[in-house]
């Protein structure tokens, strides 16, 4: 019986780097990591916040140095989200991330794009990537990085606003998606997860997004769950990543059949699936295993991630076929 087909669309190609391959690119750059082994490496992946876990996050990365290692990564993470049923990925990176410790703009991105470039022929995965900007540092240096991706035509289809929500509103970055939107460009951003639900408010309002990352905050709010629901707006959850940095406590205690419930448009992503214990398999399967969800549930959290994509409508039509046929297939109660 096959995996349960789906698309990811809440993915941040840094936070795939996994222990071994950190240590792997450290070797073939010179690095000095500051841990004994891979072992001692995982055993630091207990987080107490967001802060604690992009701490630990940034300084891994700084073992990206060339456009081989970005494309050594994403490869990774394609290989191993193909065995998890991903048929579609949209990719986020964290530019700034990047040229914050002198590593070139055509460097991140070429290395990442090559292996993009390919992905649908070598894992059967078809993929877009878009340009996430930190919401923790200045608007105008998020801008400037805009612009500079828009001039050399990076081959992005979108933006997001990640990194650290509490304190840095939406709409400190309405001028970036003024002018992403102008340029063509799809818009996304990371809202309601720590945040509170006027920024889920704000990233629809003032940055007129066209999906949300997370945004399980939004139940604290009726009026903006009924307008959710009425206007379709995917929420891109991420269940294992809440636990791991205590946005929920444990996963028994995650909002995600309760918005599916309610009829709100989520999807089940991994976000950083290296550091935060899964995959988006794995993140399906824990699901399961909390909630007892069944075939029809697995299946709408799957179609909804299809219709969530940005994909043509013949791409997305085939998907959803897929995820038909998975849905009337004999053992699809037995996978997740």
Not at 154 to 175: C, K, N, Q, R, W
Request: one cysteine or more.
């Amino acid at each position: 019986m096959p995996s349960l087909p789906c698309a990811e669309l809440h993915l941040h190609i840094e936070g795939t780097l996994e222990p071994e391959l950190i240590f792997t690119l450290a070797a073939r750059n010179g690095i000095r990591l500051p841990y004994a082994d891979t072992a001692d490496l995982a055993d630091r992946y207990a987080f107490t916040d967001l802060q604690s876990f992009l701490d630990l996050y940034y300084a891994n990365m700084d073992v990206l140095r060339t456009e081989a290692d970005f494309t050594d990564m994403t490869r990774a993470y394609l290989r191993r989200t193909a065995a998890a049923g991903v048929r579609h990925a949209e990719i986020m990176m964290d530019p700034q991330a990047h040229l914050a410790r002198g590593i070139a703009l055509e460097t991140c991105v070429g290395g990442v794009a090559a292996a993009l470039s390919t992905s649908e022929a070598d894992y059967g995965i078809s993929t877009s990537l878009i340009a996430a900007f930190l919401r923790d540092r200045p608007a105008a240096e998020a801008l400037a990085v805009l612009r500079d991706l828009l001039a050399m035509e990076a081959p992005i289809i979108g933006i997001g606003l990640d990194s650290a929500e509490v304190g840095y509103p939406p709409s400190l970055f309405a001028e970036v998606y003024d002018v992403a939107r102008a340029a063509g460009l799809k818009c996304i951003a990371h809202a309601g997860e720590e945040g509170p639900p006027g920024y889920v408010r704000e990233a629809l309002d003032i940055l007129r997004v066209d999906r949300l990352d997370h945004g399980i905050r939004c139940l604290e709010d009726e009026a903006l769950v009924q307008r959710l629901v009425a206007d379709q707006v995917p929420l891109t959850v991420c269940p294992l990543s809440n636990v791991r940095l205590r946005a929920v406590a444990t996963l028994r205690d995650h909002p995600l059949p309760a918005m599916l419930a309610r009829g709100l448009n989520v999807s089940v992503n991994s976000d950083d699936p290296a550091y935060f214990g899964g995959y988006v398999d794995d993140n399906f399967s824990a699901l399961r295993q909390s909630f007892g969800l069944g075939v029809d549930d697995l299946a709408t959290l799957a179609a909804n991630s299809f219709r969530s994509a940005f994909i043509s409508g013949e791409r997305r039509a085939a998907l959803l076929a897929e995820v038909e046929a998975w849905r009337s297939a004999p053992g699809a109660a037995g996978v997740a």
